[in-house]
């Protein structure tokens, strides 16, 4: 029909749900793919609500209607009740299951009967008997069109119909508004009723005319809009790619102006200038050069020095930059042990690179457990990412359970007396603190002070008793890990003379304080995560027991539809792999997230059983 269509095929599976914000945030609308054989998963609800959330008008498809046992009016029905009754079918199976082709077109009131061999052939006849059925979608479609527009309401309700060229010139106006939601009946496997949805497309679906303005903020930052037919070229990065050979390459938007092969634009995110290599146009693996692009194509270029998924090229005479896109928060977390020494430059930039590319993807050193943190959206994710370090940049890496970052404190209050005394042939150390701890509020941290009168102890040797306990602190006393909520005192002590000095309060500081803690009835303390889980309604039971056996605290269940959102308070340590155990639980359909809450103390017995662990590494490595 003399339309390009730009199509982004975005990986359906959760892990790589990066694909398909980067593609939304680009597209014009969006068509979300329902498996006839499996209905509604949490992954349906994710993609529709990342819809509404870019404004995108939608259709829903519904595929694989050539599989056995599939039931597309319970689909169908389900569908309506999950998403409302403004999701209207243009197409209907005729014959679902295997050998699946005929299909009822309601725009046309026509059956479709499609040729084997998946040419996407087709014959056309009457819809004869079904004529009924026709009539009563067409209707309801019309009844929604008649929304869209004042003027269509009125003559809709004085004649009680639309004549043709209004109805599909306010189809195209329903969709953009959202009022109607189309949904198709397809095999895409066979080709059956593929042709059908890409010419409902080319004729009524959304053109970057439909969003001639886009939100921007300005060089000041200040909210402004970015128009369709602005001259300066604007364009946004939205996926970045490395392949051999070629290096490095980034897909982008315009959505002002024109690009031009040389062009010199500005990155505001990144700072500097680029300068614009080849441009191309892709097709699946194929790249056809071209001399510019301009406003609404999408297009691809190689080698820009500093700029990367998320990032807005501009003109110097029209600075503008973009939205981000917001991409969710990793819910799976593994560490990564190098198989060799000495790679670590390496493991970094491997690593650096890859979140560029993938912004879902994060990584951390994690000084406090001496470990590379890797997270993302899956163990799939994990597997692909350990699988391009070793593919692209020669980094062979296993992945581990992350340790836990325990900490210790005091649940009692107590005082000690710690003299530090050593006489060589020379100068001598003499140094005695005395010094009191007790509880603080959680999350204080460590509170030091000092309360000594008179002139026992010299003021200025007080910096070399925090530095003594500071040492203490990152050492711990129980069980090797930092302690923190604790308030210390230094209240008195004793000098010498000639042998005081720093290095002398620094040791009495540091013992005194593990002699204060050890009589304080020291405990540990665990990191404890918030947890939302979204799983269907026939899964919650099953969910709640599991999160029960991980200690968990379940704070509220609340509907969403036909899901259940489960909020908890769980220990991080009973959430090592819980993604696979949600999707596990609920057959694909869960999803979960998790970030940090607070620290609180652990069980006693869970306790001896992390003490003695680490005693028993700790033993380990010293035989080592």
């Not at 079904?130 to 269509?152: F, K, N, P």
């Not at 790619?241 to 070629?246: L, Q, S």
């Not at 010299?458 to 006393?477: H, I, L, N, W, Y």
Request: include cysteine; aromatic fraction near 6%.
């Amino acid at each position: 029909m003399g339309r390009k269509l730009n199509l982004l095929d975005c990986p359906g599976y959760a892990d790589f749900l990066a694909e398909g914000l980067g593609a939304m945030r680009v597209c014009d609308s969006a068509l979300i793919t329902i498996n006839a054989a499996h209905g509604l998963g949490t992954g349906t609800d994710a993609a529709w609500d990342y819809c509404m959330h870019f404004g995108l008008p939608k259709a829903i498809v519904v595929n694989g209607l050539d599989k056995a046992h599939v039931d597309f009016d319970a689909v169908l029905a389900d569908t309506r009740a999950h998403f409302g009754r403004n999701v209207l079918p243009l197409t209907l199976p005729l014959d679902a299951g295997p050998g699946f082709s005929r299909l009822l077109d309601v725009m046309r009131n026509e059956v479709t009967t499609y040729r084997p061999g998946g040419t996407g052939a087709y014959t056309e006849e009457p819809a004869g008997a079904l004529t009924e059925l026709v009539q009563a979608l067409h209707r309801e479609l019309i009844e929604y069109v008649a929304e869209s527009d004042d003027g269509l309401m009125e003559r809709f309700f004085e004649k009680g119909l639309l004549a043709e060229d209004e109805f599909r010139a306010g189809l195209h106006k329903a969709i953009q508004n959202q009022i109607v939601v189309p949904l198709f009946a397809v095999s895409a496997e066979t080709n059956v009723g593929v042709a059908r949805l890409l010419d409902f497309i080319a004729k009524y679906g959304s053109s970057p005319l439909d969003r001639s303005e886009v939100p921007a903020r300005d060089a000041g930052g200040l909210p402004g809009t970015v128009p369709l037919d602005h001259p300066e070229p604007v364009a946004f990065v939205f996926k970045t790619m490395n392949e051999p050979g070629v290096g490095e390459l980034s897909l982008f938007r315009v959505f002002a102006g024109t690009v031009r092969t040389g062009d010199e634009l500005l990155n505001t995110t990144r700072g500097g200038t680029e300068r614009l290599g080849q441009l191309y146009v892709l097709n699946g693996h194929e790249r056809t050069p071209v001399p510019r692009l301009r406003a609404g194509d999408l297009g691809a270029v190689v080698k820009l020095r500093n700029t990367h998924t998320g990032d807005t090229l501009f003109s110097p005479r029209f600075q503008v930059s973009l939205p981000k896109v917001e991409y969710p928060r990793p819910n799976i977390h593994a560490a990564l042990r190098l198989r060799s020494e000495g790679e670590e430059d390496k493991l970094a930039a491997g690593l650096a690179m890859l979140h560029l590319e993938d912004p879902t993807f994060h990584h951390r050193v994690d000084d406090e457990v001496h470990q590379t943190i890797a997270s993302g959206q899956g163990e799939l994710h994990l597997q692909v990412i350990v699988e391009r370090l070793a593919r692209r940049f020669g980094v062979q890496v296993t992945l581990e359970e992350p340790a836990v970052p325990y900490r210790e404190t005091v649940r009692g209050r107590a005082e000690s007396r710690y003299r530090h005394k050593k006489q060589t042939g020379g100068a001598g150390q003499f140094a005695e603190v005395w010094m009191r701890v007790e509880p603080a509020s959680r999350g204080l941290g460590v509170e030091f002070t000092e309360s000594l009168v008179g002139n026992n102890v010299d003021r200025a040797f007080v910096p070399s008793v925090q530095k003594g306990v500071a040492t203490a602190c990152r050492e711990g006393v129980l069980a090797g890990y930092r302690v923190t909520d604790v308030k210390v005192d230094f209240f008195d002590g004793k000098m010498h003379p000639v042998d005081s000095k720093d290095i002398a309060f620094q040791v009495a500081g540091y013992h005194a304080f593990k002699e204060c803690l050890l009589a304080a009835s020291p405990c540990l303390l665990e990191p404890i995560q918030a947890l939302s889980v979204t799983v269907p309604d026939d899964c919650v039971g099953a969910v709640l027991g599991d999160l029960s056996s991980r200690r968990g605290q379940v704070l509220g269940v609340e509907t969403d539809g036909h899901f259940q959102i489960i909020r908890a308070r769980v220990p991080q340590k009973e959430l090592h792999r819980y993604n696979t155990v949600v999707r596990s639980l609920t057959g694909g359909r869960g999803r979960h997230a998790e970030q940090f809450d607070h620290y609180a103390e652990m069980p006693a017995e869970v306790a001896q059983r992390v003490i003695a662990e680490r005693a028993k590494r700790n033993g380990t490595e010293a035989a080592k």
